[in-house]
């Protein structure tokens, strides 16, 4: 069992920076691949951005590529995601996820997620 927690969240200028936090907890983090995906009011969850089991390989959804970097820590079970150069349109609840293994930019592969995080950008 893989239990995610989010944080990081809040309010920013478009323009500015956030960085969102993932705590995993469960014993195997280093056999789930990870991703953070968001939800904005009124439309569908979407893939952002994703990270191989060893942290080696990332991908991003086109919207936020060479905006956002995806990290993790396996030695401290955490993701990360480094949100720059934000937007009005990224504005989202944005969720953690994990998925035995393999990498997926697919929303339904995804097992575990956290609660979410809101993340908020002023025009």
């Known amino acids: 069992q893989v239990q995610l927690v989010e944080s990081g969240g809040g309010l920013v200028q478009a323009g500015g920076s956030l960085r969102l936090s993932c705590a995993v907890l469960?014993?195997?983090?280093?056999?789930?691949?990870m991703a953070w995906l968001r939800q904005a009011p009124g439309k569908e969850r979407e893939f952002v951005a994703g990270?191989?089991?060893?942290?080696?390989?990332?991908f991003y959804a086109d919207a936020v590529k060479g905006r956002f970097i995806i990290s993790r820590d396996n030695a401290k079970n955490m993701v990360y995601l480094q949100m720059n150069s934000l937007k009005p349109e990224d504005m989202a609840v944005y969720y953690c996820?994990?998925?035995?293994?393999?990498?997926?930019?697919?929303?339904?592969?995804?097992?575990?997620w956290g609660q979410g995080t809101q993340v908020t950008v002023s025009s």
């Open positions: 996820a994990a998925r035995r293994v393999l990498q997926s930019t697919s929303v339904s592969d995804y097992d575990y």
């Open positions: 990270i191989s089991w060893s942290g080696g390989s990332t």
């Open positions: 469960g014993r195997t983090f280093t056999r789930y691949a």
